[in-house]
């Protein structure tokens, strides 16, 4: 259910919504109608499509440019905070809106299809109230820079400013749709489900040297998954041209030994050549033969935004012969050359154009903003809380059978969990036992390479649990795409020291989904990360324990169980929850005895944000996680030789985090030390000690103290690597040194 807050603010722009809604209506009835009736003969010469819509293409391409020139009028009054055009690429975009279904078929367009998102259906003042910034505003209510397209009802998940990010997410949409035509348990519970619908993605040549691209053009090809690559090759990414971005400067010279992939180049500045590309490469794609690429040679008038000058590196020249294959100005040629309209109905569209185009604007600047308080709005669920009670089964809890390992209830709340959500997928690398399925009978399995996954195939089949590509980007990218459409992945990331090819998909894009959408999309991923040290041998690149990198990002919550039974109902909270979870699973406590535990029930769940005092003491607190809990203990263990009595606390989650239990066992023992695993300068602690400091300072009786690693990274020497990383010795240092005070 929506906030109070958020009702308030959405009752300003219900009615702009309601009419754009309507417009939107009469404008797909409009194409609907066009496409099916009209002169037969005049059908057949032009891909089919009959007078009324020829004009209605040129409509749309006039009408993208208007809004362009508006939004520059707009800037120049500073009305407008940020403007980038599609000024020349038009013509294939209002052919591939006509290609295409709205509603149907699924979008992740970039920012210069803004006549795509004209023929889909989304209208002029929704675009101007997107660009003045208006909490009415339906592709973000006002939190993204213009251009950046989303919408619901047109099947456009939320798009961002990084380039290419949205390809993998593409490509992540259309496994969704694969994935449930071979789960027949999964055909309800993807959303926009119908067997045939078809993915596009569209990028600028610049963006084609992004390494996601090759990714996501990989992962689809081996798949053959529906989806239709538009590249709208315009020459330029910002001032560098195409030669210096693309080997042999054409993208789709390169791109040939691709298999599964169906290639095609067009003029994209002729709008009816795009057309018949676009119904080759939809056909192709609907009947789920392949993946589709479009090269579409496109033109620039404008300069890549207006913080942009493109003079300063193009010449007058170049300017100007792009100038003559402007697609406003050859398709209006077009039209009239061909007796289709004469030159006073073009102009008399033009100025109803214009008159739509000026009423749109004078509507956006006079709707309101959003309320500034608003920003805290669907940063995180607001319909399901993983901190509520909800999701607290862990008191009087039954636990029952032998033993197991971290490993083993990680493993079993997986086998429970799939079994009672199909939407669940898991997949990462190795996570399969075997990927050439006619083999798992003569082989073990492998299930990941802590065997944490083992298994999960053979129970629930290779639809539903399969190896990645070694890509880590591929990896989150694709769970994004597959989560936005109503999947629940639980991916791995095979070792915390190789995530950083995906922060950028988890930064920019999964951790941010809900909140720049206002709340429309939402990925709730979880991803499974070994993490960690201790392991003698593992140096620089299997030890790292990074956390306040990630702890960092709003939208994001984070897991770090001590022990097994936590690992299990924590794990259980963050694949019912309804955010993206990163899930840390430290590789040295996988197989300790000291934290194994009997198994819980189905149920057991543990909540965020709900800390555990694991012992009970009076003289000094310690506050901690991870692999630091059980060398706490050690160090409290001797130090009780010495008549000191230390409280130890495990905070299990550190986004969110329990300052109530923080601020009970300060203000009961007055003294406080914070050990994590992460160097110490900059860590995680540094943020507990400074809000000790500062909400709590009358009830110390000395300095907040911390205990981490040094600050360099692990050494591969078994010697170097204890000196580096924090051992139970350095925790009972800082406890008997605290006690000095």
């Keep these: 259910m929506a906030t109070a807050g958020k009702m308030a603010d959405d ?116 675009m101007l109230l997107s660009a003045v910034g208006a909490e009415a505003d339906p ?53 926009g489900f119908k067997g045939d619908e078809v993915v596009y993605v569209s990028i600028g040549d610049g963006t084609s ?123 209006g040629e077009f039209l009239m050359s061909e007796g289709l309209v004469s030159s006073e109905e073009l102009e008399k569209l033009r100025n109803d154009v214009d008159a739509e185009v000026n ?21 995180y669920s607001e319909d399901v809380d993983p901190t509520s009670k909800q999701f607290d089964t862990e008191d009087g809890a039954e636990l029952s059978g032998s033993p197991g390992t971290m490993v083993d209830l990680i493993n079993r709340c997986l086998h429970t969990e799939m079994a009672r959500d199909p939407r669940i997928v898991v997949f990462g690398e190795d996570v399969a036992d075997c990927s050439r399925e006619e083999y798992l009978e003569r082989v073990k399995g492998k299930g990941g390479v802590f065997m944490v996954t083992a298994n999960l195939q053979r129970e629930f089949g290779g639809a539903r649990v399969f190896n990645s590509p070694l890509a880590e980007a591929n990896i989150v990218g694709r769970a994004i795409g597959m989560a936005t459409r109503g999947l629940k992945p639980v991916v791995e990331i095979q070792f915390f020291d190789y995530i950083f090819p995906a922060y950028h998909q988890i930064r920019n894009e999964l951790a941010l989904m809900r909140w720049r959408s206002d709340g429309d999309f939402k990925s709730p991923v979880v991803m499974r990360v070994p993490v960690g040290g201790y392991l003698k041998g593992g140096a620089i690149y299997h030890s790292q324990s990074g956390t306040t990198l990630f702890s960092h990002i709003p939208g994001l919550r984070i897991a770090y169980p001590s022990n097994a039974l936590d690992a299990n109902g924590l794990l259980r909270t ?81 986004a969110p985090y329990d300052w109530e239990a923080i601020e009970k066992t300060v203000k009961k023992t007055n003294r406080v030390i914070v050990a994590h695993e992460d160097s110490i300068s900059f860590g995680y602690g ?32 078994p010697q170097v690597e204890d000196y580096i990383l924090p051992q139970a010795s350095n925790v009972e240092t800082a406890v008997t040194e605290l006690m000095k005070y």
């Design 11 to 126: 009752a300003a722009g219900t009615a702009a919504s309601e009419k754009n809604k309507t417009k939107r209506k009469a404008a797909t009835s409009r194409k609907s109608k066009s496409t099916k009736t009209g002169n037969r003969s005049t059908s057949d010469k032009y891909q089919g499509l009959d007078r009324k819509t020829l004009i209605d293409i040129y409509r749309t391409m006039f009408t993208s440019r208007r809004i362009d020139d508006k939004e520059i009028s707009l800037k120049g009054q500073n009305k407008v905070f940020f403007q980038i055009s599609g000024a020349g690429h038009e013509a294939v975009l209002t052919a591939a809106g006509l290609a295409l279904k709205a509603g149907y078929d699924w979008f992740y367009p970039y920012y210069r299809d803004r006549a795509l998102m004209l023929q889909l259906g989304m209208t002029p003042e929704e």
């Design 139 to 191: 592709n973000s209510h006002g939190r993204q820079m213009p251009s950046h397209w989303g919408s619901v009802e047109l099947n456009v998940p939320s798009q961002s400013s990084p380039t290419g990010t949205q390809l993998l997410q593409a490509v992540g949409a259309a496994e969704a749709s694969y994935r449930a035509s071979l789960v027949d348990e999964l055909k309800d519970k993807v959303t």
């Design 209 to 331: 040297s992004q390494g996601e691209f090759w990714e996501a053009l990989n992962t689809a090809c081996n798949l053959k998954l529906p989806v239709i690559f538009l590249v709208e090759d315009n020459g330029y990414a910002i001032s560098v041209p195409v030669e210096v971005q693309t080997a042999g400067g054409s993208l789709s010279d390169l791109v040939i030994g691709f298999p599964n992939l169906f290639i095609q180049k067009c003029d994209g500045t002729d709008p009816l050549e795009s057309y018949e590309a676009f119904l080759k490469a939809v056909d192709h794609c609907r009947s789920r033969k392949g993946v589709s690429l479009i090269h579409a040679k496109v033109t620039r008038p404008y300069s890549h935004s207006l913080s942009d000058d493109e003079r300063s590196y193009r010449p007058e020249e170049e300017r100007q012969k792009e100038a003559e294959i402007d697609p406003i100005k050859t398709y």
């Design 359 to 379: 009423a749109a604007a004078n509507a956006a600047v006079e709707s309101p903003q959003p309320d500034p308080k608003s920003c805290y709005r669907n940063v």
């Design 574 to 654: 963050s694949i019912r929850c309804d955010d993206p979870v990163l899930f840390l699973e430290h590789k040295h406590l996988y197989r300790q005895v000291y934290n194994k535990s009997e198994y819980p029930s189905d149920e057991f769940m543990i909540p965020f944000g709900k800390a555990k005092v694991t012992r009970e003491g009076t003289d000094c607190s310690i506050i901690t996680f991870g692999a630091l809990v059980e060398r706490s203990r050690q160090a409290a263990k001797q130090l009780e030789k010495d008549g000191i009595s230390v409280e130890i606390v495990d905070l299990r989650s550190l």
């Design 686 to 717: 540094a943020e507990i000690a400074a809000r000790i400091g500062n909400e709590l300072f009358e009830y110390l009786d000395a300095p907040v103290r911390r205990v981490g690693a040094t600050d360099t990274f692990v050494a591969y020497a």
